[in-house]
Nanobody, 126 residues
Framework: QVTLVESGGDSVQAGGSLRLSCVVYGLMYNRYCMGWFRQAPGKEREGVATLNTGGITTYADSVKGRFTISKDNVAATLYLQMNNLKPEDTAMYYC????????????????????WGQGTQVTVSS
């Protein structure tokens, strides 16, 4: 069983920064994908950033150059550093992980991911 617990969401003004964390509890595998997804009210879930065990990353066009995904294997934690936040970044952010497998790069489609956290809210005001 794998459990993901996100934290770090907050309310900030446009131009501010936040760092989201996602602690992974449970079995760790050699090969898998992890990702950050977000969903705003009335909108579909979208992939924000992904990272595979080889260090290959992907980013949504809307966050390229502003967000950075990373992980600390020792701490079993996935991070999302978000800089220059915009009001359109307001959403519930979720981290997710796949079952064991090799994808390069990782898919940005949330349907591929099996394990999900409960989400952390990010609100950006103008």
């Amino acid at each position: 069983q794998v459990t993901l617990v996100e934290s770090g969401g907050d309310s900030v003004q446009a131009g501010g920064s936040l760092r989201l964390s996602c602690v992974v509890y449970g079995l760790m595998y050699n090969r898998y994908c992890m990702g950050w997804f977000r969903q705003a009210p009335g909108k579909e879930r979208e992939g924000v950033a992904t990272l595979n065990t080889g260090g290959i990353t992907t980013y949504a066009d809307s966050v390229k150059g502003r967000f950075t995904i990373s992980k600390d294997n020792v701490a079993a934690t996935l991070y999302l550093q978000m800089n220059n936040l915009k009001p359109e970044d307001t959403a519930m952010y979720y981290c997710a992980r796949t079952t064991p497998g090799l994808w390069s790069p990782c898919p940005s489609d949330g349907g591929t991911y099996t394990y999900w956290g409960q989400g952390t809210q990010v609100t950006v005001s103008s």
